[in-house]
């Protein structure tokens, strides 16, 4: 799941790794998404230690006596110095050149000074992946993940072996958009990640 929206979401400017918390809608659309997702039995949440997405997670569960764990491997890309800037304008579209590629040409992606590279956040997240199918204590647990756009679509590159270039696949994941996914073990063969379903989102002109 995508975190809810912030103010910088809200004027587009890129946060990456800066700790900025949801504002009032974003804290809505969470609560929308929890009153849809509130029979799923969940049995553990992992959250990016972000707080956008630790809020996020704890409107999603309300209140259940669900533990939660935060793991920085599913944190957003980091933009270095490009953090905190506009690169769209009113109308979303791109007005930065070097950061276009990021958005429409990810397979030739360079980050900004202090930033990420692509290939970076898909090996960490393909870590914490790694992680999760083979915790022994995890199986046959329905697990709440709670990330970011880019952060869960390098997971799902990960569970299709896709190319970099096709990094945004369906585009920017909306705000609590929610992606099922099963680690199916069919008998005598290795685990594998079937997604179920893909960017579904709860909510309507909210």
Same mark, same amino acid.
């Given at each position: 799941?995508?975190? /809810? @929206?912030?103010?910088?979401?809200?004027?587009?400017?890129?946060?990456?790794?800066?700790?900025?918390?949801?504002?009032?809608?974003? +804290?809505?659309?969470?609560?929308?998404?929890?009153?849809?997702?509130?029979?799923?039995?969940?049995?553990?949440?992992?959250?990016?230690?972000?707080?956008?997405?630790?809020?996020?997670?704890?409107?999603?569960?309300? /209140?259940?006596?669900?533990?939660?764990?935060?793991?920085?491997?599913?944190?957003?890309?980091?933009?270095?110095?490009?953090?905190? +800037?506009?690169?769209?304008?009113?109308?979303?579209?791109?007005?930065?050149?070097?950061?276009?590629?990021?958005?429409?040409?990810?397979?030739?992606?360079?980050?900004?000074?202090?930033?990420?590279?692509?290939?970076?956040?898909?090996? +960490?997240?393909?870590?914490?992946?790694?992680?999760?199918?083979?915790?022994?204590?995890? +199986?046959?647990?329905?697990?709440?993940? %709670?990330?970011?756009?880019?952060?869960?679509?390098?997971?799902?590159?990960?569970?299709?072996?896709?190319?970099?270039?096709?990094?945004?696949?369906?585009?920017?994941?909306?705000?609590?958009?929610?992606?099922?996914?099963?680690?199916?073990?069919?008998?005598? %063969?290795?685990?594998?990640?079937?997604?179920? @379903?893909?960017?579904?989102?709860?909510?309507?002109?909210?």
């Amino acid at each position: 799941m995508r975190h /809810g @929206e912030t103010e910088w979401n809200r004027t587009l400017r890129l946060q990456g790794q800066t700790d900025i918390p949801l504002n009032e809608n974003g +804290r809505v659309l969470a609560q929308v998404t929890a009153r849809a997702l509130q029979q799923v039995p969940f049995d553990l949440c992992i959250s990016s230690p972000l707080q956008r997405a630790k809020e996020t997670a704890l409107l999603v569960l309300g /209140g259940r006596d669900i533990p939660m764990l935060t793991d920085a491997r599913i944190q957003e890309i980091g933009f270095g110095t490009y953090e905190g +800037r506009r690169v769209r304008d009113a109308k979303g579209e791109i007005t930065d050149p070097r950061f276009f590629a990021f958005l429409r040409d990810p397979g030739n992606f360079i980050p900004p000074e202090g930033g990420e590279s692509i290939a970076d956040l898909v090996a +960490r997240t393909g870590a914490f992946l790694e992680e999760l199918s083979t915790r022994a204590e995890w +199986r046959e647990k329905t697990i709440l993940i %709670s990330t970011h756009g880019a952060a869960s679509r390098a997971m799902l590159l990960n569970i299709r072996h896709g190319e970099q270039k096709d990094f945004w696949d369906t585009g920017v994941p909306k705000n609590c958009a929610v992606t099922i996914v099963d680690l199916e073990q069919p008998e005598n %063969s290795t685990p594998k990640w079937v997604i179920k @379903e893909q960017d579904v989102t709860y909510y309507e002109n909210v």
